[in-house]
């Protein structure tokens, strides 16, 4: 069979292709073509293309668009409308299907294309960058075909002239699209800060760390880049005390932290810190910046004191922190030494945490005296709505010193509780949930899971039911078939305050309820 001949329109969207992508400079009478032919050329181009097709839009034809509300690229507006913003789509969701669900409304799809593709590329250079042979410059790197055959036409890949190969071309042409960033220790290099030049970082990740040389260049990212910087996490790094003094100096200008960093987080990592001499420009990190609002040491490798220094500087400070995460920690008596009654009901102490919101100490070794260590250190944190002590043997003893302060705060703004694996027994939980009926408001969440409760806690969980849960996770604590068929008539009943209820660990006990 005779293979048909390819249309007109066919060979003129595929030479505007060419077009687009060799010139830097498109004809302007491009631009002259009817609305319905130009839309259905932009409907076909690849992604260069069409970024030069916005890029070199006459001024007179910005009539037909809206104007972007924050960017100037190469000191043009950057011209949108729903033809451009659909085709910007198409191109995400072809290259990244996986992904186009997760992406939040209204979404500026050039931004996200380019960032994504940048993230692409430079994954790909950490690859190359990691193999023994590899002795070039980071920006030499060639970009592979497999990123490239989606930005570009395959006749202009293979062109002699074909100028996006190299890894610098891409972060200079996209870099002012790039707003977060993932880096592997080995794009932790000099090159780096010049290749970011014209980014516009607001969220930048860190791993593998392990150096001072690492520490070296990245100070200067890090320098380049703090006046749009808002977060900075560091995941399987190795943190000296020097290393964590030279990031935290980078984040100020003369003295004064000009930062709008709002995150600082450290998970899975090694933190080697001198509580008795912490270095100053952590400390005044912690201090000063009152833009931070979420701060994470998760598996950081923390003990006691660390955690005391943190804590208390954070109190000394009066900080604007929301949430604040510690878990996965051996703090064990981290609160043992603080002087409870010169501090907490003392107005003139000037000590509080009063925009904390979330708590998480999960999996840190408390032990009951912790637990009552903790509940003194619960007033001075009023505005708290969520706490995590899962994974702590606190027992019974811990539950009741949460017992004392629900019953000295009847208004308790907390919301969210996680006793997870606390080494509870039906005892104290049937006392903590008797004692939560007086609560003014009821918690929106409970999790006693993986405690071994029995089949005694069944009534005081259906009477908290009516009055002092929205939510509860009662999975893995042997509840059995006696408590769970006086879970069953009770909801078969109704409850007005339960939303929902977590029995996970049950799926045999709930099949033979339904039958």
Sequence with gaps: MTKASPSLAFLCIQSLKLQLLQSEDPIPD?????SELLDGVVAHLPALALQNFQSHMPFHCWGDYESGDDCLINGRKRARNDVLGSSWKVLFKLRWPEFIDHVESPADWQQLY??????NCADEAAEVALRPTFSGRICSINVSDNILRFICHEEHVSCQKCVCKKLSFHFKTFGPYLRCLRLLNVLCVAETSELLRTSKLQHLVLRWIRSEKHVEHLCKLLIQSRDTLTSLEFIHCKLSSNSISAICASLH???IYTTGMQRFCIKTSSIELDPLAAPPAFVSFLMSVRTLHSLH???SNL???ITRMVFSTLLDSSSNLSSLDLSENNISGWLSTFCWRSVVGSPSSGKSLRSLCKLNLRGNELNKYDAENLAHALFLMPGLESLNLSGNPIKDSGIRSLISYFKKNLNSCLADLDLENCELSSCGVIEFLDTLSMLEKPLKFLSVADNALGSEVAEAIVNAFTFSVESINISGIGLGPLGFLALGRKLEKGSKKLLSINISC????????ED
Aim: proline share 7%.
């Design 30 to 34: 491009l631009y002259e073509l009817p």
């Design 297 to 299: 040491f998760c598996d």
């Design 506 to 513: 049950y799926p045999a006990i709930a099949k033979t309820a």
């Design 253 to 255: 200008e003369n003295g």
């Design 303 to 305: 003990d006691r004191h």
């Design 114 to 119: 380019w960032e994504k593709h940048l993230q």
